[in-house]
């Protein structure tokens, strides 16, 4: 079947631009993550979505990042006014009910502001 | 000092080594444990989890002690396609997020 899917695979913007980032998670899967991977390190945990409720955004790191996932499936990650500092890999993951623990990921955004 | 700490790298080894990466947590309230492998510029994908008891997949055994708040990945007869990063990670609870470390690169050479 189908993994997760994320668009766009590459974004490019300038700063203090407003993007838009999608996640489209594996059918079926009700947890849905957002994860930011810069250059050298390990993905770091921005938001968690149970259905279409945010069970933990503690990982956002300031009120210009937001998430939605209205409908319990596609989520958006926007940023706004978009700083150089917010360079990098963008992660999606999903997870099943069934096996929360084992989470897919999809290939990711690479967001480069200049 | 990060939650999950490991060998800062890189490796480089000939094919057919034998390999181990060591990692470090430092939340005792940590529940589950898993190495991740990531090849260069693809997105993260499970490996393996990691047990209390140990557990082994073929070529690769995995390690967890509680007590010392330490977990390892053994890698034996490696191969060129085991030239990846492996993550370490922990997660809290039984669902919500991972928590990875930085990552340790291997390069298995011919």
């Known amino acids: 079947g189908a993994g997760v899917s994320q668009t766009p695979s590459n974004k490019v913007t300038e700063k203090g631009k407003y993007v838009e980032l999608r996640c489209d998670p594996i059918s079926g899967h009700t947890a849905l993550y957002w994860y930011r991977q810069s250059l050298g390190q390990g993905p770091e945990f921005l938001i968690y979505?149970?259905?279409?409720?945010?069970?933990?955004d503690s990982g956002l790191p300031n009120d210009r990042f937001f998430a939605v996932r209205p409908e319990g499936s596609v989520s958006t990650l926007k940023i706004q006014r978009t700083e150089r500092g917010d360079s990098a890999v963008y992660l999606c993951?999903?997870?099943?009910?069934?096996?929360?623990?084992?989470?897919?990921f999809g290939p990711g955004t690479r967001l480069t502001v200049l | 000092r990060k939650e999950v700490e490991q060998d800062p790298g890189p490796f480089n080894v000939p094919e057919g080594a034998t390999v181990a990466f060591n990692c470090t947590y430092s939340n005792s309230a940590s529940q589950s444990f898993f190495w991740y492998r990531q090849d260069c510029r693809k997105e993260p994908k499970l490996l393996m989890s990691v047990y209390s008891s140990g557990n082994e997949d073929g070529r690769f055994t995995a390690q967890l002690n509680r007590a010392s708040q330490y977990i390892s990945l053994l890698i034996r007869d490696s191969k060129l396609s085991d030239s990846a990063t492996y993550l370490c990670v922990v997660n809290r609870g039984s669902q919500g997020n991972l928590i990875f470390g930085k990552g340790t690169k291997l390069s298995v050479k011919p």
């Open positions: 979505f149970q259905g279409t409720g945010a069970a933990d």
């Open positions: 993951a999903s997870s099943h009910s069934s096996d929360p623990q084992q989470q897919f």
